[in-house]
Nanobody, 125 residues
């Protein structure tokens, strides 16, 4: 089970830190983590992902240099730091995971299998 949290209302230029808490995973460090967001009426957007090793990451152009993904395997958790937020970042943010074989610890998947409930981020003055 995955649970995203940390969303809220923030002014443009502000910051938020989203967390993804995982439970029920035997070896969470065998799961890549992805963050996605979706605005009603639009397609879901893959915005940031991190490999099981933590050494490989992916960022969508729309969030590059503003968002930072990380993971804490000891806590079975993933985090997404959102800086320099813009009104167009307003969306429901979801975390997701996918099992990756240990031979591919630097692999960043495109598709994910397990999804949590989202957390709403609203950027507005």
């Amino acid at each position: 089970q995955l649970q995203a949290s940390g969303g809220g209302l923030v002014q443009p230029g502000g910051s938020l830190r989203l967390s993804c808490a995982a439970s029920g995973f035997t070896d969470f460090d065998d799961y890549a983590i992805g963050w996605f967001r979706q605005v009603p009426g639009k397609e879901r957007e893959r915005i940031a992902c991190i490999s099981t090793s933590g050494s490989s990451t992916y960022y969508a152009d729309s969030v590059k240099d503003r968002f930072t993904i990380s993971r804490d395997n000891a806590k079975n958790a993933g985090n997404l730091q959102l800086n320099s937020l813009k009104p167009e970042d307003t969306a429901v943010y979801y975390c997701a995971t996918r099992y990756v074989r240990r031979a591919y610890r630097d692999y960043v998947p495109v598709d994910y299998d397990y999804w949590g409930q989202g957390t709403l981020v609203t950027v507005s003055s």
